[in-house]
């Protein structure tokens, strides 16, 4: 199983910005990428995919207008950029990939990062 590596986590103020960035082998250009996150006591969930090779994209309805998603395949990396972090999205976030068509579930997706911290805290 091959493994992608996450950056850019930290500490933002609610209504502040970041952006993660997701490098490795892994990141195939013809896979998908997705991003997941994981808050205390609940469960992985999908936040942003790419779900096949036509660039359609799912986000979950909490962050819908807020994150994008995006990938860079020349320098072989997927980005999440977050922009009006709100005191619900504190999360280890995870970069996941994996051969289209996909959904955004944890099951679809079988090359995995160890995963970031982002805090949003006043």
């Known amino acids: 199983q091959e493994q992608l590596v996450e950056s850019g986590g930290g500490l933002v103020q609610p209504g502040g910005s970041l952006t993660l960035s997701c490098t490795g082998s892994a990141l195939k250009d013809y896979y998908v990428v997705g991003w997941f996150r994981q808050a205390p006591g609940k469960e992985r969930e999908g936040v942003a995919c790419?779900?096949?090779?036509?660039?359609?994209?799912y986000y979950t309805e909490s962050v819908k207008g807020r994150f994008s998603i995006s990938r860079d395949k020349e320098k072989k990396t997927a980005y999440l950029k977050m922009n009006n972090l709100q005191t619900e999205d504190p999360a280890v976030y995870y970069c996941a990939s994996d051969v289209p068509p996909t959904d955004c579930d944890v099951a679809d997706f079988s090359s995995w990062g160890q995963g970031i911290q982002v805090i949003v805290s006043s």
């Open positions: 790419f779900r096949n090779s036509a660039g359609t994209t």
